[in-house]
């Protein structure tokens, strides 16, 4: 073989060799191969469009309260400016649920394993009331959605929970009082879980949509089949990756991926 012939295979030798570590080190390191998804996107579904962004049971997801300094946390960019002294951000965040006039949680609300406000299980007026209602929870490494009666029956150890109502979707079915032809219309927000409960995916409607829509899109565009309404007032969702940052009134419960600042 001639000195030129082996230079050129000596060169391909080392090209195949670069190949091999970069998809090695893409294995390794997806979001610098440019590979990892974003947490948050616009998916249409019956010609309405909703933005929504996913978390892994894994995943630091918490919600958000009461501050540092005793008063609610209330808007998106407080929150974001406590967990920046810790190195931290938010990657994305909503409302998380119905709250009093001074942002107390109207129902169920566990943080780190402690209950901060009790569950209510009685039927009453408004949305909350329109049993059945049901509670987001989290338990170890499973999501999950529970109709609020059973959930207190169960009692289950959630290191996470949030109350509102109504329930979306039970079991696959739409929460019976839905009218699919209801004039009743708001940007809206919710969570629904993955038959798993390995992940969650938190939705906002971009438009105005009815429940019985709303709930459709948990149930016929995700494969949801328990889903969990939590306001359609005071929609808000802050997704620094598609940079968004909704703004408005004082919020109570808010719920947040955390991630590394930067």
């Known amino acids: 073989m001639t000195a030129m012939g082996v230079a050129a295979r000596t060169e391909r030798a080392a090209a195949v060799m670069l190949i091999a570590v970069a998809g090695w080190l893409a294995g390794l390191f997806p979001a610098l191969a440019g590979t990892a998804p974003p947490p948050c996107r ?27 300094d005793g008063l609610p946390f209330a808007t998106f960019s407080r929150i974001d400016a406590v967990l920046a002294e810790e190195g931290l951000r938010l990657v994305f965040a909503m409302n998380a649920g119905m709250y ?29 009331g329109m049993l059945p209602n049901g509670v987001f929870c989290r338990t170890g490494d499973r999501f999950a959605v529970i109709e609020s009666r059973r959930f207190a029956s169960e009692a289950p150890p959630c290191d996470l929970a949030t109350q509102s109502g109504p329930m979306l979707l039970i079991e696959g079915a739409l929460h019976p009082r839905f009218l699919p032809d209801s004039t009743s219309r708001f940007i809206r927000n919710g969570v629904g879980v993955s038959p798993d409960g390995h992940r969650a995916w938190f939705v906002i409607s971009q438009g105005r949509v009815n429940f019985d829509e709303f709930a459709r899109f948990f149930r016929d565009a995700l494969g949801v089949r328990d889903a969990l309404y939590f306001d359609g007032n005071v929609s808000r969702l802050h ?8 703004f408005g009134r004082p919020m ?5 991926l955390v991630g590394a600042g930067g």
Request: aromatic share 2%.
């Open 100 to 128: 009093h006039p001074d942002r107390r949680p109207v129902g169920l609300h566990v943080e780190d394993g402690r209950t901060i406000s009790p569950i209510v299980t009685a039927a009453g007026p408004g949305n909350f």
């Open 239 to 246: 997704a620094p990756s598609i940079g968004r940052a909704d």
């Open 252 to 256: 109570g419960p808010v719920v947040g």
């Open 42 to 68: 616009v998916m249409e579904h019956e010609g309405l469009a909703h933005t929504v962004c996913e978390a892994a049971a894994q995943a630091d997801l918490r919600l958000f309260l009461t501050a540092p």
